[in-house]
């Protein structure tokens, strides 16, 4: 008798700026998936936060129009059902883990994670507070300067201390250029370059769009962008490293770079850099990787200065997956495949998973004859 395949649930889509390109990763991760090896079931979020079952997600991944799919799947449900949302969960009773292909809100804040943590499933990616955390750009920097991994200077503004953030004194502070970006957003989604006051202020008019929390950040000067792919758990690996070069006079890697017009963005993977940079660029990587407890798979973001010193820019838990997107293609450089990398990655969160279920969360007496003697039995773990 053949070993029964593992059921993976795909799920993608989600409400944020990226829901268009977490189609074509999720696309692309389903088409690489052995089906000798895996029963694949996939699932779109829409951007109104409802779950489609796989009938109506394979359609659209069969190019039928998204809206149209959406609206006949939901004109006959109850939303007066609190769980009507995810009704359409029942399709995977059996299960055997969790492929979340969702970038930005929903996918990397911690949202599908606390859903599968109440399934009690293994999922690729790393945990609720550690996807929390990755995703806020102002507690990750607090987390990486606390362990003195080098980023840049800022300072956090909400609304109630807008007033106290005047562009003289953040410029006095920080220079006379500034980014000014939203805190918990992805996809450079409300980012602005600013060097004077009206800019300033209508840069932060903006930002508080998306977040109540909005960081005001120093500029490096003529930086790269340098990109590192991380693989693993509580030990990990760094990948080769990756550049992306916008087109020239373009301020930096924007959303129009990303998803409007990238003709004139150029990858150079692998990048060329002086061996101690390269070095240097990995093992910030792999720090903060272990410094924000992440898992599965992380795609770090850095700035290079002109005299070479890098400074970590964010952190990516979940980052694209086509064939074309940074993080596997670093992984194809480096000597790992498209299929090999989903594979291991599937291997890592059944590991995580496993590790995980060892932990007790009832109180456990130190001093019990049989946990003294070390004598405790299967039985008596659980």
Not at 181 to 204: C, M, N, T, Y
Not at 281 to 307: H, K, P, Y
Not at 352 to 379: I, M, P, R, V, W
Request: with cysteine; hydrophobic share 40%.
């Amino acid at each position: 008798m053949a070993d029964k395949k593992m059921h993976i649930a795909l799920l993608f889509g989600g409400n944020s700026s990226e829901h268009d390109v977490s189609k074509r990763s999720a696309h692309t991760v389903y088409d690489a998936l052995d089906k000798d090896k895996y029963e694949v079931t996939v699932f779109m979020f829409t951007k109104d936060g409802f779950l489609l079952g796989n009938e109506d997600s394979m359609k659209i991944f069969n190019g039928a129009p998204e809206d149209e799919v959406v609206a006949e799947a939901i004109k006959d449900v109850d939303f007066s059902n609190p769980l009507a949302n995810l009704q359409n969960l029942s399709e995977v009773k059996d299960v055997d883990l969790f492929y979340p292909v969702i970038h930005g809100n929903m996918g990397e804040d911690g949202t599908v994670q606390g859903l599968f943590r109440l399934l009690n499933k293994p999922y690729i990616g790393s945990g609720i507070a550690s996807s929390a955390v990755s995703f806020d750009k102002d507690l990750t920097k607090q987390l990486l300067t606390l362990h003195g991994i080098r980023n840049t200077k800022y300072v956090v503004v909400t609304p109630e201390t807008r007033a106290d953030h005047p562009y003289e004194k953040c410029a006095a502070d920080l220079g006379e250029t500034l980014f000014i970006k939203p805190a918990r957003q992805g996809s450079s989604v409300g980012i602005h370059k600013v060097s004077d006051k009206k800019a300033f202020e209508e840069a932060l008019d903006d930002a508080f769009r998306y977040d109540y929390k909005v960081l005001i950040e120093e500029t490096i000067n003529s930086p790269r962008e340098v990109e590192c792919s991380i693989l693993g758990n509580r030990t990990a690996k760094a990948s080769k490293l990756g550049a992306v070069v916008v087109p020239e006079g373009d301020d930096f890697y924007d959303y129009n770079n990303k998803f409007v017009d990238a003709s004139g963005v150029v990858f150079e993977i692998p990048v060329e850099l002086p061996e101690k940079l390269t070095k240097e660029i990995q093992q910030m990587s792999l720090d903060a990787f272990r410094v924000l407890d992440n898992r599965g798979m992380a795609r770090m973001d850095f700035l290079v200065d002109e005299n070479d010193v890098p400074y970590f820019g964010e952190v990516n838990t979940l980052p694209g997956f086509t064939n074309i997107s940074l993080y596997p293609q670093m992984w194809a450089v480096s000597g790992i495949n498209y299929k090999e990398l989903i594979d291991e990655l599937i291997r890592l969160a059944i590991a995580e998973f496993e590790d995980n279920a060892k932990l007790h969360y009832d109180f456990q007496e130190l001093g019990s004859e049989k946990l003294g003697k070390g004598l405790l039995t299967d039985e008596d773990k659980k």
